[in-house]
């Protein structure tokens, strides 16, 4: 599974549909790549994207601490 796949089987749990008002269409569309206007995607986004590149977990926190100091 790719960290691709694994965000949008992450984005897929229905509490999270439902609460973030995620469509079906949107999940498809969702890239790592792509920042969006939705905190909790991007927070997800970035733990993901940098886990699958083998990140240590301080440097994660680090850069998700950030997304929210901008």
């Known amino acids: ?3 691709q ?3 949008r089987e992450v ?3 229905p509490l999270l549909k439902e609460k973030y008002d995620f469509s079906d269409a949107f999940l498809q569309s969702v890239s790592l790549d792509t920042k969006t206007d939705s ?3 991007d ?4 733990i ?3 886990k ?5 977990n301080s440097a994660v926190y680090r850069q998700v601490k ?3 100091e901008e």
């Open 11 to 13: 984005l897929k749990d």
């Open 39 to 41: 905190p909790i995607l």
């Open 48 to 50: 993901i994207r940098l």
């Open 1 to 3: 599974m790719t960290s």
């Open 43 to 46: 927070t997800l986004r970035t």
């Open 52 to 56: 699958g590149q083998e990140v240590s």
């Open 66 to 68: 950030s997304l929210f």
């Open 5 to 7: 796949d694994l965000l």
